[in-house]
């Protein structure tokens, strides 16, 4: 079952600069995608979430972009820091009212100063 | 800030033993969950929990696993008969309503499961 999916596991950049993340996803009806930041021994916290009905949520330096037509959406981290330095998980509402999230694998992000 | 505790926060289990995993999600949350993840693998939903039933499953979650809610405070997953394969990362996470996406849900740390 991979109706969510972050293909690329790891990703490196610079202090200061954008750090971009991405995910795609299968399942049209799918209404809201979250972005979930995981440091090690520690559980997942949310970062940002966008509905289904907008393309752009933007909350400090993250912002969201999601283009339905091609089922991908994106997380932008401007200015990238070193604290940004874990595993970002997108994920998205499970069909249902019963708050089922459906996770990505995760991918790796690093930050140098 | 209110937080999701799970104990105990590492549990080694040898094959064929049940354990309980407890979790004490946020006092006026109503929904509770678990998720697991294997190691290098994604999160993965185990199932939800509301007025006292569950209410969404995952195949994963079959009749070796079961929650309760024993006491209006924990929330607590048992695997009756544990298998090497269910060595994983257990969350337990909580919420106050079932959000549609405005805000996410409020996880624990984590309990680290080895079945050897």
């Known amino acids: 079952d991979q109706q969510v999916k972050q293909n690329s596991p790891s990703l490196s950049v610079q202090e200061g600069r954008i750090s971009i993340l991405n995910c795609d996803y299968t399942?049209?009806?799918?209404?809201?995608f979250l972005w979930y930041k995981k440091y090690p021994a520690e559980g997942p916290t949310f970062l940002i979430s966008?509905?289904?009905?907008?393309d752009k949520n933007e909350d400090g330096r993250f912002t969201v972009f999601l283009n339905k037509s091609a089922k991908h959406l994106s997380l932008h981290i401007v200015p990238s820091q070193p604290g940004d330095s874990a595993v970002y998980f997108c994920?998205?509402?499970?069909?249902?009212?019963?708050?089922?999230?459906?996770f990505g694998q995760g991918t790796t992000l690093q930050v140098k100063p | 800030e209110p937080e999701v505790t799970q104990t105990p926060s590492h549990q080694v289990t040898q094959m064929g033993q049940e354990v309980i995993l407890r979790c004490v999600p946020i006092?006026?949350?109503?929904?509770f969950y678990w998720y697991r993840q294997i190691l290098g693998q994604k999160v993965e939903f185990l199932v939800s929990?509301?007025?006292?039933?569950?209410?969404?499953k995952s195949e994963i979650f079959d009749d070796q696993f079961s929650v309760e809610r024993p006491d209006g405070s924990n929330f607590t997953l048992k695997i009756r008969s544990t298998k090497l394969e269910d060595s994983a990362m257990y969350f337990c996470?909580?919420?106050?309503?079932?959000?549609?996406?405005?805000?996410?849900?409020?996880f624990g740390s984590g309990t680290r499961l080895t079945v050897v």
């Open positions: 996470a909580s919420s106050e309503v079932v959000y549609r996406g405005t805000y996410g849900y409020t």
């Open positions: 399942n049209s009806m799918f209404d809201y």
């Open positions: 966008i509905s289904s009905i907008k």
């Open positions: 994920a998205a509402n499970g069909s249902g009212n019963t708050g089922k999230l459906i």
């Open positions: 006092s006026n949350h109503l929904y």
């Open positions: 929990f509301y007025n006292n039933e569950i209410s969404e």
